[in-house]
Structure formats: structure tokens, C-alpha cells
């Protein structure tokens, strides 16, 4: 167990569907990444958050954002679905102190199937 | 942009066989790190090389940085069903060194 959990676990919804992935990171962590996982593909990073405030964006497409609360939780907004954002989202926390020389812990991911 | 290739794509040995993974990059890396994702899981951090040269041993597994910094490895020897995973090795990446580039990941397969 990594101490960061995601919910939910499992989500299906429709072509054109909004949805709102949550995170919560370890205790402590002030950094959160979000990755995308797609069949058979490797981690692409769409954006991280630090205390707070966006840090880092990579390959997020328009229709995504994201947000990190007071509390350090984050979520992960995908609108206007389509059927090729089926994948694992997958949320990391790390203390944020050195950024990329962190430990990024993953949580359990979420897995997002758009029908 | 940057890239982290890895290679191979995938694995198959026999329990108790040698099995090595090999990541390169487009670009001088000032660190690199290692991760294990099991089948149905979330990918879990190894370990991470800084130094030029440095190779570091977790019991059978042994992970070397290129002295060029820029290609690394992971050894696992005498493998047991316990390595089926894949494989990740990540970066900084060169736009910024906020974020990690993964490699595509080496899935490996444990017969027993």
C-alpha cells in the first residue's frame, strides 16, 4: 500500500461524459502527478500539482483539467469523452521538495472505460 | 522532444534464467530511476541512479547508469515468478526537469 488512494476504482460512462477522478496523496506529499495509462502503452504524464498550483504540464488534452485543493487532494476533470480516453489514470505523490529526484508514489489508479 | 526508448518490448524465460532490460535516452539524463509494475497493478519505485557509472544491487536485481548518462540497465538474476512485471525505466524530462519521462517498459514473463 503506497498511501495514496484514488477513487473510484472502476468507471464507465458514455461518449461525450464528464467525469471527476480524485486523489488523495500520502501524508505529508505536497506533489501530485497525474498519469494516463492506455492498453498495452507506457505512462504519459499529463500534469503536476504542488501545494496547490499547477508545476508541470505535459501531453493534457484541452477537454482535461486538473486542480489541487487546500487539503493537497487533487482531481482530474475529463469532458467531452471519447472512446479513446479508455484508459488508467493513474495519480503519484511525491514530498515535492527536488521534484523529479523525488520518489513519486502511485496510487492504485482508476480505470476508465468511455463506451 | 526527448525520448526514453526501452528495450526489448517484451520478455518470456524460463524460471531460474537471466534477464536484463536496457533503457536509453535521446539525451544526457541527471538521473534515472527504476519502477515495477505488477500485472493488474500500479507501478512501484526501485530505485534511482545519480552518478556516472553507478551500478547499486537489490539482492538479485543489479541496475547500472551509463557513463554517458544517457542509457541504463536492470539485471535480474536467476529469475523467480515472483519478476513477472513490467519493467519501467523514467527520466527527467529535457523540456522540464519537472516532470519524468517513462520508457515504454520491458513486460517480463516468468515460466516456471
Known amino acids: 500500500d503506497s498511501g495514496v488512494t484514488q477513487t473510484p476504482k472502476h468507471l464507465i460512462t458514455a461518449t461525450g461524459q464528464r467525469v471527476t477522478l480524485r486523489c488523495s496523496p500520502r501524508?505529508?506529499?505536497?506533489?501530485v502527478y497525474w498519469y494516463q495509462q492506455s492498453l498495452d502503452q507506457g505512462l504519459q504524464f499529463l500534469i503536476q500539482?504542488?501545494?496547490?498550483?499547477?508545476?508541470a504540464k505535459g501531453n493534457i488534452l484541452e477537454r482535461f483539467s486538473a486542480q489541487q485543493f487546500p487539503d493537497l487532494h487533487s482531481e482530474l476533470n475529463l469532458s467531452s469523452l471519447e472512446l479513446g480516453d479508455s484508459a488508467l489514470y493513474f495519480c503519484?505523490?511525491?514530498?515535492?521538495?527536488?521534484?523529479?529526484?523525488?520518489?513519486?508514489?502511485f496510487g492504485p489508479g482508476t480505470r476508465l472505460t468511455v463506451l | 522532444g526527448q525520448q526514453v526508448m526501452q528495450i526489448p518490448q517484451y520478455q518470456h524465460v524460463q524460471e531460474g534464467e537471466d534477464f536484463t532490460t536496457y533503457c536509453n535516452s535521446s539525451?544526457?539524463?541527471?538521473?534515472i530511476q527504476w519502477y515495477k509494475q505488477r500485472p493488474g497493478g500500479h507501478p512501484v519505485f526501485l530505485i534511482q541512479?545519480?552518478?556516472?557509472?553507478e551500478v547499486k544491487k537489490q539482492k538479485r536485481l543489479t541496475f547500472q547508469f551509463g557513463e554517458a548518462k544517457k542509457n541504463s540497465s536492470l539485471h535480474i538474476t536467476a529469475t523467480q515468478t515472483t519478476d513477472v512485471g513490467t519493467y519501467f525505466c523514467?527520466?527527467?524530462?529535457?523540456?522540464?526537469?519537472?516532470?519524468?519521462?517513462f520508457g515504454s517498459g520491458t513486460q517480463l514473463t516468468v515460466l516456471p
Open positions: 541512479l545519480v552518478k556516472s557509472g
Open positions: 500539482y504542488y501545494n496547490g498550483e499547477e508545476r
Open positions: 503519484a505523490s511525491s514530498v515535492g521538495i527536488r521534484d523529479v529526484t523525488d520518489t513519486q508514489y
Open positions: 501524508s505529508g506529499d505536497l506533489s
Open positions: 539525451t544526457t539524463l541527471s538521473n
Open positions: 523514467a527520466g527527467p524530462s529535457s523540456g522540464s526537469a519537472r516532470q519524468l519521462t
